[in-house]
């Protein structure tokens, strides 16, 4: 059953209530669709079923707790105890105990916030980006575009780089160290001009940082020639990377920005001027909430960068660009943009990255989501037989097929399940309007005609009740 109105609260009183189990951890990895390590980890005989529903009389939005967790699937397959050994890897040769890092941004700012992250279970963070100018942020900062059920799909910011000074926040990276010494330190930093570059270069050999990230592709930047301004630019780019190259004695990748039409040109520049490897992509330049209301007959709106999901099928475009690229052969790949599940990042990993970034998701459901990300990836390597995260890395990447190149010999005709039919007759409506008018009503009930189908699936894509599926049968053309 699906969790929809759940608000995966805080220090839940649902499982406070309930003693036994965890309703709460259920619950959010339902949310995330995690329902695989939900049925692995569930008792046999689920004491929900005969309980007097003490948690659903705590919950503060009524959730039906006890019938969403007595209607997870339950396989007879053997349980498994997760083993998160399976998810060992390494970020230019610097060992990691899982691929999953926090991206640069506020949710890696300072130490505090860094050490929660670490004791969560993340394998490193990328610290917000340093730099040596003035960092004025303006008040309010985010804003997003929600689905039907008010769950965030679009997120945009207008933040910028980190408001400390380049002292204090080494002084954060050798405590983080010093604490922390087996987890991972990525610092991001960006410069004005060739001075700044290679100064920062300089001053963090000795600083506690174990890798660098070399910020050319934040879109939120006040001053010219900085962030995505340079990240356009191949030629900077690689002017960039060859001074940190000649100051600094770390490895180091780029991040680079999406708001070009050929992400591989900055990547090869990047590998030209010495980089280990490149990261993306960063916020998509957008503009939402436009003021419909003017003041004094003014419009008002800003741009800014756009994450969250709605960002990720063009994050895996790049990436699959980027993992094809022959100049990135064994060079790093760190991903982003939209990856809130184990799903999610597995989708990046088999496509071509090494580790997989995260920060919107952890800005709106908090640091806690490192366990689903663990757990459900542990177990769904596990239950194919492998035994390392490597093993499936650019293992889809093959298997893209360009649009000139598709087989177009067959259709695919969509599938009616009768039983789930509601009667909406949501499909018709997009057939006749959207389609090729290739459905009937007849008592009240869709039927198909075969003979004006061809298998495009906005039915399948438009129905809100699940039914209609694909066929999954090849039929050839006439």
Known sequence: MAVTNCLLCNDAKCTKA?????????????????????????????????????CEK?????????????????????????????????????????????????????????????????????????????????????????????????????????????????????????????????????????????????ILNDSGADALELNFSCPNMTEGNTGSDVGQIPELVEKYCRIVKEHSQLPFIAKLTPNVAHIEESAEAAIRGGADGVAAINTIKSLIEVDINPQDGVFNASIGGYSGKAVKPIALRFIAELAQDEMLNDKHISAMGGIETWRDA??????????????????????????????????????????????????????????????????????????????CQRCFISCMDGGHQAIEIKNDRPVLKPDKCVGCHLCVIVCPSGAIVSSNNKVPKK
Not at 353 to 368: P, W
Not at 371 to 384: V, W
């Open 346 to 423: 597995l989708e990046f990993i088999v496509l071509g990255a090494n580790t997989v970034q995260v920060t919107t998701a952890v800005m709106l459901y908090g640091y806690r989501i490192i366990d689903d990300l663990k757990d459900g990836l542990s177990l769904y390597l596990m239950n194919h037989g492998y035994t390392s995260v490597k093993e499936i890395q650019k293992s889809t990447i093959q298997g893209i097929v360009p649009t000139d190149q598709l087989d177009r010999s067959f259709i695919i005709y969509p599938k009616f399940v009768r039983d789930k039919c509601v009667g």
């Open 18 to 54: 309930c003693g036994v189990l965890e309703p709460d951890r259920i619950l959010r990895s339902l949310f995330f669709d995690n329902e695989c390590v939900v049925m692995n980890n569930l008792p046999e005989n689920i004491p929900c079923i005969n309980c007097d529903t003490r």
């Open 58 to 202: 705590a919950c503060v939005v009524n959730v039906n707790i006890r019938e969403i967790i007595t209607s997870v699937r339950r396989d007879k397959t053997e349980k498994k105890k997760i083993d998160h050994d399976v998810l060992k890897t390494d970020f230019c040769g610097i060992p990691l105990e899982n691929p999953f890092l926090l991206s640069s941004s506020v949710v890696a700012s300072t130490y505090d916030m860094c050490a929660r992250a670490f004791e969560a279970g993340w394998a490193g963070a990328a610290f917000k980006t340093i730099c040596m100018m003035d960092i004025n942020e303006a008040s309010p900062r985010f804003s997003a575009i929600k689905g039907d059920n008010r769950r965030v799909i679009g997120f945009k910011n207008i933040e910028q780089l980190s408001d400390h000074s380049v002292v204090e926040n080494i002084e954060i990276f050798r405590r983080l160290k010093d604490n922390y010494p087996d987890k991972f330190i990525l610092v991001s930093l960006m410069g004005r001009n060739e001075e700044e570059w290679a100064y920062l270069a300089d």
